[in-house]
């Protein structure tokens, strides 16, 4: 006989890194990308987080947001467009991303650094921002054991903001009015609770009215 209803132990929630890794996987799935390599998801997402930390990076040795200086400050400093950089992911491969530039070119980059190509394991700090229960100080640690670089937590408390804002509007966007065809997938992702055990994670796939697949939700 099966057990009770009440007698099931119930399932485990995922971590907030778990989660994460889930959402990538269904979206890349949805989109029909792969999540890793040159054309994958994980490079979409990549190519998102180092911008923005950079043009936090930017804003922290300015002093002030894009066209947001005080006209009583005493430097004269501002930003200066960018120019385009390619660096190189194992997991994400080749990421073309812009790097913030500024007049009087003292902004020396901490996030990806002048003439560095390669990165380090991208994905994990990718994964990191992405999910909402990391602190500042966890993040600020992954970034100094990634990059070997100091960040303070008010950047990365920034850089958080506006990463997880935009998976916030994702997550909250209205949905079309009608789907040709909802499917309901799962997704099996390995936890650690004393032993590692697979969990599913269940995702619903709208097919739209003119055959582009969304998901909308987990």
């Not at 936090?56 to 040795?61: I, L």
């Not at 901490?110 to 500042?136: F, H, P, W």
Request: charged share 30%.
């Amino acid at each position: 006989m099966s057990p009770r209803k009440s007698d099931r132990k119930p399932a485990r929630e995922l971590s907030p890194e778990q989660a994460a890794a889930a959402a990538m996987v269904a979206e890349a799935k949805a989109r029909g990308l792969a999540l890793t390599g040159p054309d994958g998801l994980l490079k979409l997402f990549t190519k998102n987080v180092l911008e923005t930390a950079l043009n936090e990076e930017m804003t922290e040795h300015l002093g002030h947001e894009k066209n947001r200086a005080e006209p009583e400050r005493e430097s004269a400093n501002v930003r200066n467009g960018s120019r385009s950089k390619t660096v190189i992911s194992d997991a994400a491969g080749e990421v073309e991303i812009s790097v913030p530039r500024d007049r009087e070119s003292t902004f020396e980059p901490q996030i990806v650094k002048k003439r560095q190509r390669r990165l380090g394991d991208v994905d994990e700090i990718v994964l990191s921002l992405y999910a909402k229960g990391m602190t500042t100080g966890e993040i600020s640690a992954h970034f100094a054991e990634i990059y070997g670089v100091s960040v303070s937590k008010e950047t990365i408390s920034r850089i958080t903001d506006k990463v997880v804002a935009e998976m916030n509007d994702w997550a909250n966007r209205p949905l079309d009015a009608v789907y040709a065809a909802v499917f309901i997938d799962a997704i099996v992702v390995k936890v650690r609770d004393g032993q590692v055990a697979n969990r599913p994670v269940y995702a619903a796939i709208g097919v739209t009215v003119d055959g582009r697949k969304d998901v909308l939700g987990l």
